[in-house]
C-alpha cells in the first residue's frame, strides 16, 4: 500500500469506529482540489487498500452514485412539496 492509502485508511476507519459505523474493508476518496497557485481545479481519487483493481474502485464510485439517487428520491416522494417545475 502506498503511505497516503495507508494514512487514508487508519484515519477513516478510526473516524468510523469513534461513531459506531463498524469496520472499514475498501474505501474510495474522490476530492475535487483547487491548485493554490493557479485556482486550477483537479480531481483526486485515491483507493485503500492502494491495489484495489480499477473495476472495483468504479463499482464502488458506482454504487455510492445509484445510492444517493435513491435517497434523493426517496426525500423527494416522502415531501409532496417538490416540484421539479419550481427548480
Avoid at 475498501?26 to 476530492?31: Q, S, T
Avoid at 483537479?42 to 454504487?63: Q, T
Wanted: include cysteine; hydrophobic fraction near 40%; aromatic fraction near 4%.
Amino acid at each position: 500500500m502506498s503511505q497516503l492509502a495507508d494514512d487514508l485508511h487508519t484515519a477513516i476507519s478510526g473516524t468510523l469506529r469513534a461513531h459506531g459505523a463498524g469496520l472499514l474493508s475498501r474505501a474510495v476518496l474522490v476530492l475535487e482540489v483547487v491548485d493554490e497557485a493557479t485556482g486550477e481545479l483537479g480531481l483526486y481519487v485515491e483507493a485503500s487498500p492502494a491495489d484495489m483493481p480499477a473495476w472495483d474502485r468504479s463499482g464502488l464510485i458506482g454504487y455510492a452514485s445509484m445510492d444517493l439517487a435513491g435517497q434523493i428520491t426517496a426525500c423527494r416522494i416522502d415531501d409532496p412539496g417538490t416540484d421539479e417545475e419550481e427548480e
